[in-house]
């Protein structure tokens, strides 16, 4: 019995040094950073050594952060494979940025730079190139998204969605004309579609697209696009104030009648928001052709005008799959014309197939990546680091009364300024419950 039970635990050891013998082969690498400016100066050179290098591993949530040298150069030692975010950041306050550049400014300057996704494997030996960018801070933010709707039995499923924009500016604003987007990317199906390298659509392969035109970078492309009304001076917001659009401006909490004289009401009113305050709402009864879902009532709340639609309503993407932007054009642009075009499919697209909007970046103010709330139904980011160097979730996904939301910064006389770096994974915090226009 003894010579067995010694034969067993030898056999029993054999096996664990085989099994340590196997993850020796799984090396950690030294992972190389190498952090620029893609900026062209005069004359001028803009410090790297108080950029702030940041990798995630998408899998474990692990982070790692350091500054780089003064070369904008960093090492991470030991790094295991995976998969990786890579960010790197750096805020140059106004009164260095104006002295250093010449370029007079009253507000810190942020430069970001992103490789999202990056795959990290055994044996990687190149280095990341990260070339800064800075993004466009406008006195409009996008302050609040409610996209992932409340529980579909208990709650108010999405209808009581909602969108809210801030004044983040010390002066008054006329929303007037503002118009706000769901920008759309590639979804699946990737034999179908003209993709870039990183798995987003190649819109310069859309039928039609101009050769002319960097139809990758200088526009963003929506599913939905709306605009506030007004004469120009007709929708004035104060200074730390917001603008709250529903897709239905009534309190969700409490029943009311649809448009096919059913009421409605919810189960747990604590799950949902009231939004009978709402500045406006989404209304598809007078839109040709469209059947709106009957809880599109229209309220005495004036409504935004729909110049895109999808589906029956206002309706978001509960997922988290597509995103957002807030723009304002020029006298030298009519919303209502902009140009239209397929998704880049690799077949001829059907004479009826749906067209996207083409959107200039130029006229952007504020932009919000969304992605799914888990790493494994990740998709390409859609918009690059000039727009949104990062992205933004809901922790727990759709359907769970959380809304996302921009961080404040400070306080200055009793007025919120909001963070805004055009990182929204730095900028945004999220709600267990929407709040229209609470803050965190």
């Known amino acids: 019995m003894k010579q067995i039970l010694y034969i067993l635990l030898l056999f029993g050891v054999t ?7 196997k993850t020796t082969d799984i090396q950690p690498v030294d992972l ?3 952090v620029s400016y893609d900026i062209q100066t005069s004359g001028y050179t803009l410090p790297l050594n108080n950029v702030v290098v940041k990798i995630t591993n998408v899998n474990t949530g692990s982070v790692q952060s350091t500054k780089v040298s003064d070369k904008g150069e960093i090492t991470f030692t030991n790094t295991p494979a995976g ?3 890579i960010d790197a950041n750096i805020t140059i306050d106004a009164a260095n940025y104006s002295q250093i550049t010449g370029i007079q ?3 810190p300057v942020t430069f970001n730079a992103s490789a999202k996704n990056t795959q990290i494997s055994v044996g990687f030996t190149e280095s990341i190139i990260l070339k800064l960018v800075t993004g466009k801070t406008a006195d409009w ?3 609040q998204i409610y996209y992932s709707g409340s529980d579909t039995k208990n709650g108010a499923l999405y209808r009581d969605q909602f969108i809210e924009i801030y004044n983040n500016s010390d002066k008054v604003l006329y929303a007037d004309s503002l118009c706000f987007a769901d920008i759309t990317g590639f979804l699946s199906s990737p034999n179908n579609y003209n993709l870039l390298p990183n798995g987003q659509y190649d819109w310069s392969k859309s039928a039609g697209m101009p050769t002319n035109i960097d139809a990758n970078n200088d526009y963003v492309y929506s599913r939905a696009l709306f605009m506030i009304p007004g004469t120009g001076k007709q929708y004035p917001i104060q200074p730390g104030n917001s603008i709250v659009i529903a897709q239905n401006a009534i309190n969700h909490k409490s029943p009311f009648t649809g448009t096919d004289s059913k009421v409605v009401s919810v189960i747990d009113p604590t799950l949902t928001v009231d939004l009978s305050s709402a ?3 989404t209304y598809y009864g007078n839109l040709p052709g469209v059947n709106p879902l009957s809880s599109d009532v229209d309220t005495q709340v004036p409504n935004v005008e729909v110049i895109q639609y999808f589906g029956r309503d ?3 993407d509960t997922n988290g799959r597509y995103s957002f932007v807030l723009f304002k054009v020029d006298g030298t642009v009519n919303v209502k014309t ?3 075009y397929n998704l880049p499919t690799k077949a001829t697209p059907a004479a009826n197939a749906t067209k996207t909007i083409q959107i200039p970046t130029k006229f952007v103010l504020d932009a919000v990546e969304i992605q799914p709330n888990t790493a494994d139904e990740r998709i390409a980011k859609k918009f690059n680091p000039s727009l949104d160097a990062g992205f933004t979730f809901v922790p727990l996904g759709g359907y769970k009364s959380q809304s996302v939301i921009r961080k404040t910064d400070r306080r200055v006389n009793g007025r919120v300024i909001l963070k805004d770096t055009n990182n929204s994974t730095e900028d945004f915090d999220y709600l267990n419950n929407a709040n229209p226009r609470g803050f965190k």
């Open 15 to 21: 096996l664990t040094a085989c099994k340590k013998d």
């Open 32 to 34: 190389s950073i190498k």
């Open 83 to 85: 998969i990786y975010d």
């Open 105 to 107: 400014t009253s507000s």
């Open 141 to 143: 933010v996008i302050k």
């Open 279 to 281: 500045d406006f709402e």
């Open 314 to 316: 206002m309706i978001f």
């Open 338 to 340: 902009l140009p239209q």
